[in-house]
């Protein structure tokens, strides 16, 4: 079936079969997507994996961080009807694509239909931009950011330079492709899909009770246990709840 792979410096691939296309969510990149990919990859499918524009070793600093860029970027990779599977902002991404071109159906890790009532981008901004980079080594890097997961998956990705660690992407880029999740709910493009779609939730998720109670998705899990990052704080977990709803539906 062949070995995930990095075939350029932005995006990793793999496998033979049906194509599968994970997006990883806001300040993630493509390595962290790839425990799932590989899993997919043994399961029987051929996996694409971008690190998406401003995150990751894509562009840094990209002239155009709305929803449409980031859509269009994974127009270009469907070479096929595929599955979408996302997480977080790659999930937002991955819905509105499967709005715009024929797809298998769609997979939405910890994703909701986006809009905000409060100013979360600067709140991620400035949480971004409070990290004390560069980082001096990795031990610095892992006393600043902690031993979860996610810590775990932004340490393996850090960028090295003369003067120590740093993260691949910049906090204000950032907070640009987060506003245009944020900037309204998308309950048309929701209603709208007639693909399958399973909703994967972490039990201390951030998706709100509300938003998931009237997303009513026809599939949803919820992952005990397990928080925002479902993918990295349950991979074994998610991955057999992929698998699973992809075979399913295509008997």
Excluded: C
């Amino acid at each position: 079936m062949g070995a995930l792979v990095r075939i350029n410096p932005a995006l990793l691939a793999g496998g033979t079969g049906p194509l599968v296309v994970i997006l990883h969510g806001l300040a993630g990149s493509a390595a962290e997507m790839a425990p799932l990919a590989s899993a997919l990859v043994e399961g029987g499918y051929r996996v694409v994996v971008p690190d998406q524009r401003g995150q990751g070793h894509n562009t840094r600093r990209p002239a155009d961080v709305s929803r449409e860029a980031y859509v269009a970027d994974v127009l270009e990779l469907l070479d096929e009807p595929a599955w979408l599977v996302g997480q977080s902002m790659g999930a937002h991404t991955a819905m509105l694509t499967a709005a715009e071109t024929g797809v298998r159906g769609l997979v939405m890790i910890e994703g909701g239909v986006g809009g905000s009532t409060d100013d979360y981008p600067e709140r991620l901004r400035a949480f971004f931009a409070s990290w004390a980079v560069p980082f001096a080594d990795v031990e610095a890097a892992r006393s600043f950011l902690g031993d979860r997961p996610i810590a775990d998956a932004w340490i393996a990705d850090l960028e090295e330079r003369d003067d120590g660690l740093w993260p691949r992407f910049d906090p204000d880029v950032l907070k640009a492709a987060i506003t245009g999740v944020a900037a309204r709910a998308r309950w048309d493009v929701w209603r709208g899909l007639t693909v399958p779609t399973l909703l994967i939730l972490g039990e201390h998720g951030s998706v709100p009770s509300a938003e998931v109670a009237r997303m009513n998705a026809e599939h949803s899990v919820v992952v005990p246990g397990a928080g925002h990052d479902v993918h990295l704080d349950a991979p074994a977990e998610t991955a057999r709840l992929v698998l699973g709803f992809l075979a399913a539906q295509s008997r």
